[in-house]
């Protein structure tokens, strides 16, 4: 349901008293807390059950917030801002010291973006930066619409309704303090967009196996269902015996008697919007697996954003997928 402007000032009213308000963007529904109030920020690790060595994400609403966070803009930031900004393009830079520690897991640098959707720039701009990772608990696929928050914490959060994501992928974490900045996650921009806009290509960081990765976030398992997501190609289809929900995005195989296809037809965008719902349905419905078509490497070729899509399909899938 829409709500009223009266209704915000009344969320935002909540956040600044310390409460937690999950709220929409164009990627996915986070959980928002005063970025400037550990106090509140402590209730985001309790209430999701994230470990507390993984950073968190401070949105804001207009440039000028950047200054409280970081003591220096480059250039390269500012045009990336410029041109990305509001957009999913999360920017890690160098933290100011009064960060509090539990925003930036210890760290020091701080992860900032500027969503691209009404709601959550309304609501920023009158209660101040809000931390919000995605509103899911800890270890289940991101929300994409308020029903997954209710399936997750029952009517326990205030939430605000934005109805579907747009994206439904999280935004793409690009780090700038290092030269040339690395993509710790990527998201909907990708690297050849960022060359594009701005005339450097950033490396990509985001398979590092290193021991301790720069986005913590990354070493856990992520976005996954409680059934087993597995890789297919349509040759191995046959050979399925069981039940199965079988995502296909590109060709349209016969299905085994025992499977359920559901076909995307080349709308990717419309996959991705709807991957962690299809996960969430999945569980629903009882399946204990779920084969997603392979990608073909001229697929991938020439369409970088799909790397956002493989890259949370394989971490469902888990190791060595
Ligand atoms: P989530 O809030 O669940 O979408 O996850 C936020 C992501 O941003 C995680 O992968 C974090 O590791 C990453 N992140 C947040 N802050 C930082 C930071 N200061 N440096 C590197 N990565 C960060
Ligand atoms: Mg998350």
Known sequence: MPH???QLHTFAELLKQGELVVFPTETVYGLGASAWNPRAVQKIFEVKGRPSDNPLIVHISNV???KEFTPSVSARAKLLMQKFWPGPLTLVF???PE??????AGMNTVALRMPNHPTALALIQLSGPLVAPSANKSGRPSPTRPEHIYADYQRKLPVIDGGICD???ESTVLDLTVNPPVILRPGNITASDIYEACGFTPTDGSDTKAEAPKSPGMKYTHYAPKAKVRWFSTGELSAVAGPALVLCHTSE???PPAATGLFWRGDYPGFARELYDTFRKADRDGFDL???EEFEPEQLAGNERLLSLVNRISKAAGPGS
Not at 99 to 104: G, L, M, S, W
């Open 253 to 255: 195989p016969k299905m």
């Open 64 to 66: 000028d917030m950047v």
């Open 99 to 104: 960060v509090p520690d539990i925003v930036t």
């Open 290 to 292: 779920i084969l997603v």
């Open 167 to 169: 994206i439904g992928i």
């Open 94 to 96: 160098n933290k100011r």
């Open 4 to 6: 009223s402007k009266e």
